[in-house]
């Protein structure tokens, strides 16, 4: 058997089998001439998965051909196209990772991409394998674990990069020689047969609850090309609230005064220290931070968050405020704060209200949903003034529509009705009916009820309304069946008889 160094193999696979790798020449672009692990030579094309002889002759993949060269090829992955064979090789082919066809055009391709040129690698991970569970943590801790990743093939260990699939996860590597000595790994670089890639990964658990799971993948020239580390912990709050972390003010007037309340404790220790760390809290808001029975250095098992909305309040339908409580618990793990102190425990609880003026609305919008015509339909909307020394008058309503089109339509159609709510003076429901719309008329109709308070501060209200109208859609009648002579009509009764006739038939054909 004749046998030629790697260069030389490389440079009469090329010459010989190449040309007629694709004699379509359409498939020079899909073709890949890739070399598998008894030295055959695999041709990957869009017709599906072939063997190249030396010859150029194509075979079965279920018997592929040894290469008569006798030069392990393992891994080789050349393009093929239909050129003229190239020169032949006077040198040992790139080892390390090499850009996947097209990737040049696509410097942003994925890592699984890349084609590695040159021997394989191998992998094996020790120290604890490829997971770790670092158990119950307390939230907003920052814990880290280290994977060793040792090259034990013949070959030099190729990483190429490594990919999390959290935020909170952070990795970082370094290489570590036979003799022990550490240096940071550059991705591409070569790490010898009993040299060790050490891949730490740093875990942050703020914002985290429950189960967290992460992962670090690795990409390389070892046979299966990725690896994926596994990290998991149990992630536990430091603080507890009651009922829960939104100080809920429900629907208030804008001249209003109420104080609503959370009670805070911790799972975790026994006595905390709280105080808030929010700037910029509105004028119309108070915050009080009240500990329960605290010790004599002001410390607590619980806390009462007291919030107060004050009178001024903006109006708003959903008015939310965050508020960051911090204690004095240092986060086991964190960096340092940026003037060196200590990072601590720390969380966010809302405060939540509805906050209308001295003249509302409930609800701030009316819907007639889908109008047919000649269809009656009603709706009502709440009117609420919250002073006490206002009396309104006979409060007209004026009808306007978005459209002229609109006020047309909603002429002598749309009528109203103000009454007190159980005699109520600071309290109206206004009730809207809607009746005979035309056939002629289908589309969406809307626009405004104004009606006049003559508050100092809301005059007039405006009350916006919408709606459809879809005219009827009469299904056609089929018409009824034709009896079948012989059978029962509709309201009938009939009888038949059937008779068989008798005949023949002659076929003759050559």
């Not at 394989?120 to 604890?128: F, Q, S, V």
């Not at 939540?352 to 000649?374: D, E, I, K, M, T």
Request: hydrophobic content about 35%; glycine content about 10%; aromatic content about 6%.
């Amino acid at each position: 058997m004749q046998r030629l160094d790697r260069s030389a193999a490389l440079a009469a696979l090329l010459t010989a089998g190449l040309a007629g790798a694709c004699a379509n020449p359409s498939d020079a672009s899909e073709n890949v001439l890739e070399v598998n692990a008894s030295g055959s030579a695999l041709a990957a094309a869009g017709s599906g998965v072939f063997t190249i002889s030396p010859t150029g002759e194509r075979h079965s993949p279920w018997s592929p051909p040894v290469l008569e060269t006798g030069v392990d090829l393992s891994g080789v992955r050349l393009p093929v196209g239909a050129a003229p064979a190239p020169a032949p090789v006077t040198g040992p082919p790139a080892v390390g990772p090499q850009p996947a066809p097209g990737a040049a055009a696509n410097p942003g391709a994925p890592a699984s991409t890349a084609v590695f040129n040159g021997p394989d690698g191998a992998l094996t991970i020790e120290e604890g394998g490829d997971s770790h569970d670092f158990g119950p943590l307390v939230q907003g801790a920052v814990v880290e674990h280290t994977f060793t990743l040792r090259s034990t093939g013949e070959s030099p260990l190729i990483v190429q990069s490594t990919k999390q699939s959290c935020g909170c996860t952070v990795a970082t590597s370094q290489r570590v020689s036979a003799s022990g000595e550490k240096e940071p790994y550059v991705f591409g670089g070569e790490i010898a047969p009993g040299e060790s890639l050490e891949i730490t990964a740093r875990v942050n658990t703020e914002g985290k609850k429950n189960q967290l799971h992460s992962t670090v993948t690795v990409f390389s020239n070892d046979p299966a090309r990725t690896h994926q580390l596994s990290l998991s912990a149990d992630v536990q709050p430091f603080f507890n609230f009651e009922p829960n972390a939104y100080i809920q003010f429900g629907r208030l007037f804008a001249n209003e005064t109420r104080t609503e309340q959370v009670r805070v404790t911790s799972g975790v220790v026994d006595h905390f220290g709280l105080s808030l760390a929010t700037e910029g809290i509105p004028e119309h808001l108070s915050i009080e931070l009240r500990p329960v029975d605290p010790d004599a250095d002001g410390r607590a098992a619980a806390w009462d968050v007291l919030a107060t909305i004050l009178p001024g309040a903006p109006e708003s339908p959903s008015q939310n405020f965050p508020l960051r409580l911090v204690s004095d618990v240092p986060v086991e793990g964190a960096p340092a704060m940026p003037d060196g102190s200590a990072r601590t425990q720390s969380a966010i609880c809302y405060t939540v209200a509805q906050v209308v003026g001295l003249v509302s609305a409930n609800p701030y919008y009316v819907s007639f949903g889908l109008v047919r015509p000649g269809q009656e339909l009603e709706r009502s909307f709440t009117i609420e003034i919250a002073d006490d020394e206002f009396v309104a008058g006979e409060m007209p309503v004026t009808l306007r529509g978005r459209q002229p089109q609109d006020e047309e339509l909603l002429a002598d159609r749309l009528t109203w009705s103000v009454v007190p709510v159980d005699g109520d003076p600071h309290k109206y429901e206004v009730r809207l009916t809607l009746a005979d719309l035309p056939d002629s008329y289908t589309g969406p109709f809307g626009g405004y009820v104004d009606v006049e308070i003559g508050h100092p501060t809301k005059p007039t209200l405006s009350i916006p309304f919408s709606g459809v109208v879809r005219t009827n859609v009469v299904r056609p009648q089929a018409p009824p069946a034709t009896p079948i002579p012989g059978t029962s009509g509709p309201g009938t009764s009939a009888t038949g008889t059937s008779a068989t006739g008798s005949g023949s038939s002659t076929t003759s054909g050559n």
